[in-house]
């Protein structure tokens, strides 16, 4: 399996441009998450969806951030307008539910690194 | 709620030697699953070991295992003869029935030559 696959490895842009971060998760797993990682904060969980579902969005930070799972297969994470202090690493992670409901072991993508001039 | 506090920012230790990374948690479920996830600079996140509430043995993977005390809510990880390609940024993690996967702060291990 290739595992978790994120695009783009790397994004500089500037402040106030639409940032779209994509995700492919591992298949067969029934659970995506996205996490944001920051000297200051830490790993956040921003977002996290069940069977493509939205279940607890409350990290998201603000209104700019919105993020979709049209499939099982694919999911975007995107920033619109971008501001300087979203420059961090985002991380999209997949899991498939332990028994009882318990999310299993989560399996990490490379990360992307964006830098908001 | 569910938190993971992790009180060593930064830990080093010798080549070959035992280091103990110390977690806490807080949690009102009597049910749930703990991790050790494992970041080297190259960034990717790794499972290192995984640790259920209802088992009371103490989950072991090779040179890593852990030290699992329920009624203190704590839960350290244990690397016996540390090499170089341990060093990395540890994280512990929580996660609850139906819920999300809550990670502590972390804390740097540097295994020196």
């Known amino acids: 399996d290739a595992g978790v696959i994120q695009s783009p490895r790397h994004e500089v842009t500037e402040m106030g441009q639409e940032v779209t971060l994509r995700c492919k998760p591992i298949s067969g797993h029934n659970s995506l998450f996205w996490y944001r990682q920051t000297m200051m904060r830490g790993l956040e969980l921003l977002i996290y969806f069940n069977n493509n579902v939205p279940i607890d969005d409350s990290g998201m930070p603000e209104d700019r951030f919105s993020a979709k799972m049209p499939n099982a297969s694919f999911s975007t994470l995107k920033i619109q307008p971008s501001e300087p202090r979203d420059s961090a690493v985002y991380f999209c992670a997949s899991s498939h539910s332990l028994a009882g409901g318990f999310p299993g072991e989560l399996f990490f993508g490379e990360g992307s690194r964006l830098t908001v001039l | ?113």
């Open chain 2, 1 to 113: 709620a569910q938190t993971v506090t992790q009180s060593q920012p930064e830990m080093s230790v010798q080549e070959a030697e035992t280091v103990t990374l110390s977690c806490t948690y807080d949690t009102s479920e009597n049910n749930y699953y703990l991790f050790w996830y494992k970041q080297p600079p190259s960034r990717q996140m790794i499972l290192v070991i995984r640790q259920e509430a209802y088992k009371q043995q103490n989950a072991t993977e090779n040179r890593f295992s852990v030290n699992f005390q329920k009624a203190a809510k704590s839960f350290s990880l244990k690397i016996s003869d540390s090499q170089l390609g341990d060093t990395a940024m540890y994280f512990c993690a929580l996660s609850q029935y139906g819920n999300k996967l809550v990670f502590g702060a972390g804390t740097i291990l540097r295994v020196k030559s």
